[in-house]
């Protein structure tokens, strides 16, 4: 039995031969058996409570846009689960119980989201079939009328850091190993252990970035400054396409990529998780279920920004008022 209520858990587990597949079982589901996995592997052991209280926050807002029926069906060690919200709150909370500290906030309230009236929805998570691009008219009747767009800088992004939306650092990503699990050999052979948790950053090469969503969701419209509508792309490849030639003359030798970002936990890493600094953020981010269109250099430098102009998209895409 728990030692702590835990929120109403979905009816539904992944098939069988899913939760197998990664050496999971119907337990691997269950409240009690999050908290002995925490008790065992205190990862949020060290970390102030300030920071402990804006987790939980980002965690519940999370819950609240992400789970879904179709999202019940996918084991629990990856992001794009019901399941693994879940978990997370509920370890998240047990700290506070562990610290004997009080819940800053109510507990999240799961609803079924009524989108029968969105233009567009994925076939399924992550799919990246159909993508949508919030912002303001001014800026996307340009887009859809004459494929007019900015492709920004990692650094011109940190220039943005205001905008609680796009606070991630794009240029390097951080990561903590609880500190009570780690020993550092000195070099007389001394083994110590650090009085903090131990944080790991990976960086690396210089990138131009167009960020769009892979799901229609009315609250993305107040996450970004001005945004009053929002371009559907229905043919996210044809997209790409006409992107990429629209910068060969622009970016000769960089490589373009696109493809939906893996959100991780900075605190809980999984077993053999590669963290790229372009294509990887915080799991606070992960509402926003973002798709990146990037032109990486490879040793040229990217900075400030570059205009493109992909022709007329009416084809491909379509303009949607805020609702």
Not at 8 to 14: H, I, T, W
Not at 29 to 56: K, N, S
Not at 130 to 140: A, M, N, P
Request: aromatic share 14%.
């Amino acid at each position: 039995m728990s030692e702590i209520p835990s929120l109403p858990l979905p009816a539904s587990l992944p098939r069988e031969e899913a939760m197998r597949s990664w050496g999971q079982a119907a337990s691997s589901y269950e409240p009690d058996v999050w908290e002995f996995e925490y008790r065992v592997h205190r990862y949020l052991g060290r970390v102030p409570e300030a920071e402990l209280r804006a987790r939980y926050d980002g965690v519940a807002r999370n819950l609240q846009t992400i789970v879904s029926a179709d999202r019940n069906v996918i084991p629990i060690n990856s992001f794009l689960s019901s399941w693994y919200w879940y978990r997370k709150e509920h370890q998240t909370r047990f700290e506070f119980f562990l610290r004997d500290l009080p819940l800053h906030r109510p507990w999240p309230v799961i609803v079924k989201r009524d989108l029968s009236t969105a233009p567009a929805r994925p076939r399924s998570p992550n799919a990246g079939d159909v993508l949508f691009r919030y912002g303001e008219r001014k800026w996307l009747q340009g887009l859809l009328d004459f494929g007019r767009l900015r492709m920004k800088s990692a650094k011109e992004y940190a220039l943005m850091e205001k905008d609680p939306a796009r606070q991630d650092d794009e240029q390097i990503k951080h990561s903590y190993s609880p500190g009570q699990y780690v020993t550092i050999t000195m070099p007389d052979g001394r083994d110590v252990h650090p009085t903090g948790d131990l944080k790991r950053s990976t960086s690396g090469t210089d990138y131009f970035l167009y960020c769009v969503s892979m799901d229609w969701d009315p609250h993305l419209f107040d996450d970004f400054s001005g945004t009053d509508c929002c371009v559907v792309i229905k043919n996210p490849d044809e997209f790409a396409r006409r992107l990429e030639r629209a910068a060969a003359n622009l970016l000769p030798g960089w490589y373009f990529h696109h493809c939906p970002v893996e959100y991780f936990d900075t605190h809980e890493r999984v077993r053999n998780e590669r963290i790229d600094n372009a294509m990887s953020k915080e799991f606070r981010f992960a509402y926003q279920r973002e798709y990146r269109f990037l032109f990486a250099g490879f040793g040229m430098a990217a900075t400030g920004f570059i205009d493109l102009e992909l022709g007329p998209l009416q084809d491909i895409t379509e303009l949607h008022m805020r609702p």
